[in-house]
């Protein structure tokens, strides 16, 4: 029912900054919570950062706070993740989905994601 396209990322110094993009399209995103999230080769998934459906509230990981900025323009259907005073450590397939409600489970989960992009932070 929706599908998510990440772009923005590619290869940066250590320090740089990148500007991730999630377009969603299929159905408006504007109701639902967003999250980013990111894989390094070998590791398991790791949360990033979350907003709100209106974007008023945040939350981050803590080996990202003070670092990124997660963002969205719901009149884009779109959200951001800002990454600033990147490290080598950040280097990962970042992916961004939507936190709906599963009602096999009652929970809220997220349930769409998109197929992420290359995020890689040289030395």
């Known amino acids: 029912q929706v599908q998510l396209v990440e772009s923005g990322g590619g290869l940066v110094q250590a320090g740089g900054s990148l500007r991730l993009s999630c377009a969603a399209s299929?159905?408006?995103?504007?109701?639902?919570?967003m999250g980013w999230f990111r894989q390094a080769p070998g590791e398991e998934r790791e949360f990033v950062a979350a907003?709100?459906?209106?974007?008023?509230?945040?939350s981050y990981a803590d080996s990202v706070k003070g670092r990124f900025t997660i963002s969205r323009d719901n009149a884009k259907n779109t959200v951001y993740l800002q990454m600033n005073s990147l490290k080598p450590e950040d280097t990962a397939v970042y992916a961004c989905a939507v936190k709906t409600l599963r009602l096999s489970t009652q929970n809220y989960e997220y349930t769409y994601w998109g197929q992420g992009t290359q995020v890689t932070v040289s030395s």
């Open positions: 299929g159905r408006t995103v504007s109701n639902y919570a």
């Open positions: 907003i709100s459906r209106s974007g008023s509230s945040t």
